[in-house]
Every structure is written in structure tokens, then in C-alpha cells.
């Protein structure tokens, strides 16, 4: 079931948290959501789940308008928000079927479903635990188990793996990525890591506004600008290489490397490309060019230029 975000906008008072925001997330794909605090993503996601309706623009869930039809989108879409509330006093299987009659799963299927979220969350041995008791990332669980209980086709996750240690956040995102095979999936996260690990596509708000759209690797070439090339040249005298290097017509900035005393970071300028000459200045020169890779940049780099001045 796809999830399609058409030209949002919602304001509070005179502050416009979402300005005229569009994206659309298919059957099957987990899209991880990313915005500095304050870019609108919360708000975002309450208009996406129906707790509040947009100024202007529209969400549909499968078709399903979250302006006109709440209460039937409410049903196709599971929520993890990032406090995870959770009764604590409660046994994992009391909660679950707590949560399965609050979601209208008929009484004769939920036993049928705690038990499968108990599979499929990994909580066996701790099923009839507090969920008091439980580690923070088996609380993760639970409150995936009750997001999961009615079966949705759309989920919702918001820091799912906020407070946990790296152990627990390689389980938590495994665990999402099988529910993303079947599931729509979008997944809000101050982790860059995390997200270009665990999601297929990634989009960026900054300001309210949609700033970015791709994969991680697509948005970083996007941002890159300028060729990077990571130079080993050995068999010649270091500065002499560095200043050959700064002669080449189409360089503009070349740096040294700490990790070792012959590598140099090579910047071409917009919309050149170095590295033929690179080679043919080693080789006029006699000196062996043991390294030439491309420099992609950081996601979180990426992130920063597109967020830190809007």
C-alpha cells in the first residue's frame, strides 16, 4: 500500500511548520525521513497518521484520503513513536492483546496474532516477562509488536532504535528490514548511519520544505560538485609531487594526507575531471601511482549543506 504526500502545508499561527511538501513511498520500500529538529518532520507524520489534518494539501494511504476518510486510514497504518509508551506493569502478552483489541482485530484472531509479533519480534523467550523487566531493546520490540498487532500495510517508526546500545540497533534493524519486504515502511532518525544502512531511499525537509530525494548514493553525488581523487604517488620527492599535482590546468585545490606521506587529496574543478592527468604527470615524471580512488562524500556532510542554512 502506498503512502502519497501531495503538496502538504500546515501552519501554527504565523509559523509555518510544512510548506508544500510532496513525496510518495511504495509497496515494500522503507524510506528513512530526516530534518534537523524543527524541519517539520513530526508534524509531517501526524498529518501521514491522521492525529491532525493539513492546511492545505492532501495524504492518501491506498487511495484513502487522511482528509476525508481518517478513521479508515487509521486502520492500515501502524505507529512507533519515539516515547514508545508502554505499560510497564503489563505482562508482553496482556499488552499485546490489549493493543489487538484496540486495533478491532476480531476476537477470535488475536491469540493467532500476538503469538505471530511474538515470532516475528523475536520476544519468545521473554513473552510472559513484565514489560518493566524487559531491556530497552526488547521494549523496542514490544512497542513494534503492538504497532504490527492489526496487520498493517503502512508503519510508521519514529527513532526506533533511539537509546539503544549496537547490539540491540543491528537487531532492531534487521528486524525492520524483513518487515519492509511485505510493508511500507518510513522511518524518522537523527542517525545518518543508521538510516543509509536500513532504508532503500531517503528524504530530506529542512525549513519545512522538502530539500532532498534518492538514495544515499544518489544524494551524494548529487551534492558532490567537484570531483575528489585520493592520490598515492610514490618514488618522487613529496612536495615536488604536491606542486605538479596544483599545476594540472584542471585542479583547483590540492591537500596532504596524515595517513601517509605520499597521498594527496586532489579536488578537480566544477565539472572537470583530473584523472588522466594525474596518470600522464606520473608517468612523465617516472613515479609510480600506486592509488587513484574517487572520494564520495559523508551522508552526514551531505545532510549539513542541505539543512544548515535553511
Given at each position: 500500500?502506498?503512502?502519497?504526500?501531495?503538496?502538504?502545508?500546515?501552519?501554527?499561527?504565523?509559523?509555518?511548520?510544512?510548506?508544500?511538501?510532496?513525496?510518495?513511498?511504495?509497496?515494500?520500500?522503507?524510506?528513512?525521513?530526516?530534518?534537523?529538529?524543527?524541519?517539520?518532520?513530526?508534524?509531517?507524520?501526524?498529518?501521514?497518521?491522521?492525529?491532525?489534518?493539513?492546511?492545505?494539501?492532501?495524504?492518501?494511504?491506498?487511495?484513502?484520503?487522511?482528509?476525508?476518510?481518517?478513521?479508515?486510514?487509521?486502520?492500515?497504518?501502524?505507529?512507533?513513536?519515539?516515547?514508545?509508551?508502554?505499560?510497564?506493569?503489563?505482562?508482553?502478552?496482556?499488552?499485546?492483546?490489549?493493543?489487538?483489541?484496540?486495533?478491532?482485530?476480531?476476537?477470535?484472531?488475536?491469540?493467532?496474532?500476538?503469538?505471530?509479533?511474538?515470532?516475528?519480534?523475536?520476544?519468545?523467550?521473554?513473552?510472559?516477562?513484565?514489560?518493566?523487566?524487559l531491556s530497552k531493546g526488547y521494549q523496542q520490540r514490544v512497542g513494534l509488536a503492538q504497532a504490527m498487532i492489526h496487520d498493517p500495510e503502512v508503519l510508521i517508526l519514529d527513532e526506533p532504535t533511539s537509546g539503544l546500545d549496537p547490539n540491540q540497533i543491528v537487531e532492531i534493524r534487521e528486524l525492520?528490514?524483513?518487515?519492509?519486504?511485505?510493508?511500507?515502511?518510513i522511518m524518522c532518525s537523527h542517525i545518518l548511519a543508521e538510516v543509509e544502512a536500513t532504508c532503500d531511499r531517503i528524504v530530506i525537509i529542512s525549513g519545512g520544505k522538502l530539500v532532498a530525494d534518492g538514495t544515499s548514493t544518489s544524494l551524494r553525488k548529487q551534492a558532490q560538485g567537484k570531483e575528489?581523487?585520493?592520490?598515492?604517488?610514490?618514488?618522487?620527492?613529496?612536495?615536488?609531487?604536491?606542486?605538479?599535482?596544483?599545476?594540472?590546468?584542471?585542479?583547483?585545490?590540492?591537500?596532504?594526507?596524515?595517513?601517509?606521506?605520499?597521498?594527496?587529496?586532489?579536488?578537480?574543478?566544477?565539472?572537470?575531471?583530473?584523472?588522466?592527468?594525474?596518470?600522464?604527470?606520473?608517468?612523465?615524471?617516472?613515479?609510480?601511482?600506486?592509488?587513484?580512488?574517487?572520494?564520495?562524500?559523508?551522508?552526514?556532510?551531505?545532510?549539513?549543506?542541505?539543512?544548515?542554512?535553511?
Amino acid at each position: 500500500m502506498e503512502v502519497c504526500v501531495e503538496s502538504i502545508s500546515k501552519s501554527y499561527g504565523f509559523q509555518k511548520a510544512v510548506d508544500n511538501i510532496s513525496f510518495r513511498v511504495n509497496q515494500g520500500e522503507i524510506v528513512g525521513f530526516l530534518g534537523p529538529n524543527g524541519a517539520g518532520k513530526t508534524t509531517t507524520m501526524k498529518i501521514i497518521t491522521c492525529f491532525m489534518p493539513p492546511d492545505e494539501g492532501n495524504v492518501t494511504v491506498g487511495g484513502m484520503s487522511v482528509v476525508t476518510n481518517p478513521e479508515e486510514v487509521k486502520k492500515h497504518i501502524g505507529y512507533l513513536p519515539e516515547s514508545n509508551p508502554l505499560y510497564k506493569e503489563m505482562a508482553i502478552i496482556d499488552y499485546l492483546a490489549f493493543a489487538a483489541e484496540i486495533q478491532g482485530v476480531p476476537r477470535d484472531k488475536i491469540r493467532e496474532r500476538i503469538f505471530g509479533m511474538i515470532q516475528v519480534c523475536g520476544l519468545k523467550s521473554e513473552k510472559h516477562k513484565k514489560i518493566g523487566e524487559l531491556s530497552k531493546g526488547y521494549q523496542q520490540r514490544v512497542g513494534l509488536a503492538q504497532a504490527m498487532i492489526h496487520d498493517p500495510e503502512v508503519l510508521i517508526l519514529d527513532e526506533p532504535t533511539s537509546g539503544l546500545d549496537p547490539n540491540q540497533i543491528v537487531e532492531i534493524r534487521e528486524l525492520i528490514r524483513r518487515i519492509g519486504r511485505e510493508k511500507t515502511v518510513i522511518m524518522c532518525s537523527h542517525i545518518l548511519a543508521e538510516v543509509e544502512a536500513t532504508c532503500d531511499r531517503i528524504v530530506i525537509i529542512s525549513g519545512g520544505k522538502l530539500v532532498a530525494d534518492g538514495t544515499s548514493t544518489s544524494l551524494r553525488k548529487q551534492a558532490q560538485g567537484k570531483e575528489i581523487l585520493k592520490v598515492r604517488i610514490e618514488d618522487g620527492d613529496r612536495n615536488a609531487i604536491y606542486n605538479a599535482l596544483r599545476g594540472i590546468d584542471s585542479v583547483e585545490l590540492v591537500d596532504f594526507l596524515p595517513d601517509h606521506t605520499q597521498s594527496f587529496e586532489v579536488q578537480s574543478k566544477a565539472g572537470a575531471n583530473s584523472r588522466r592527468s594525474v596518470f600522464k604527470l606520473c608517468v612523465d615524471n617516472n613515479w609510480a601511482l600506486t592509488e587513484m580512488t574517487p572520494v564520495e562524500r559523508k551522508l552526514e556532510e551531505v545532510f549539513r549543506d542541505l539543512t544548515i542554512n535553511t
